[in-house]
């Protein structure tokens, strides 16, 4: 039976959730192309990608653009062990705030473009195991380059077994990122805005 996290008592947890929305909005507001969103991504949204997420305790999950924790506390409620997630967030203000709220959770503060090093800075041990990507991370307003490095990390560290799991706001399908195949996909209509939630494994080598 996994371990349950560590948690801060209820009222702890509500202010953290206020004082979460108030961050989100003013980062959002600073760095729009970065945040990608004008509102933390839902509950139902959340549930939805933790439910993708294998619960085999050898694995290891890695979730990008934590944001507020939303995403994270669904990862826990879904059984995954606190010493399998690390939450990496850019913001350094959301990243405090994670850090308040998840106590028992590796939080890094970082670039998802450098994620290989964040990971064992952290002292993350990926060797041999599956590695499952959950990523909220905006890639369609990010810069190409970025993206593109991006992709490059996420490829070099989930291969061969692992997934990565993103969620999008363009409901229409307009690819993927080479190397990657889409094995499942579903749309979650109670976020604002609806999006969709795909699956991506990596493309075998002929």
Not at 13 to 28: D, N, Q, Y
Not at 51 to 66: H, K, T, Y
Not at 72 to 90: K, S, V, Y
Not at 124 to 147: M, N, Q
Request: aromatic share 6%; charged share 20%; proline share 8%.
């Amino acid at each position: 039976m996994a371990a349950r996290a560590e948690r801060n008592p209820p009222w702890m947890e509500s202010l953290a959730k206020i004082r979460g929305w108030f961050v989100f909005a003013r980062e959002a507001f600073a760095n729009p192309r970065e945040i990608g969103a004008v509102v933390p991504s839902s509950p139902t949204l959340a549930r939805r990608m933790a439910r993708l997420v294998s619960n085999d305790p050898s694995g290891l999950v890695v979730e990008l653009g934590a944001g507020t924790g939303v995403v994270t506390q669904a990862l826990l409620d879904r059984g995954i062990h606190p010493n399998r997630l690390f939450a990496i967030e850019l913001s350094s203000s959301l990243t405090r705030l994670l850090r308040k709220r998840f106590l028992d959770v590796q939080v890094v503060c970082g670039d998802a473009a450098n994620l290989r090093r964040l990971l064992r800075r952290a002292g993350a041990d990926s060797h041999g195991c599956p590695v499952t990507i959950v990523s909220s991370l905006p890639l369609r307003s990010l810069p190409v380059p970025k993206v593109h490095a991006i992709v490059r990390e996420i490829g070099a560290l989930i291969r061969p077994s692992g997934s990565w799991i993103q969620y999008t706001y363009a409901l229409a399908h307009r690819g993927f990122p080479s190397g990657f195949t889409r094995s499942q996909s579903s749309f979650v209509w109670g976020n604002l805005p609806p999006a969709r939630v795909d699956v991506l494994i990596p493309t075998a080598k002929r």
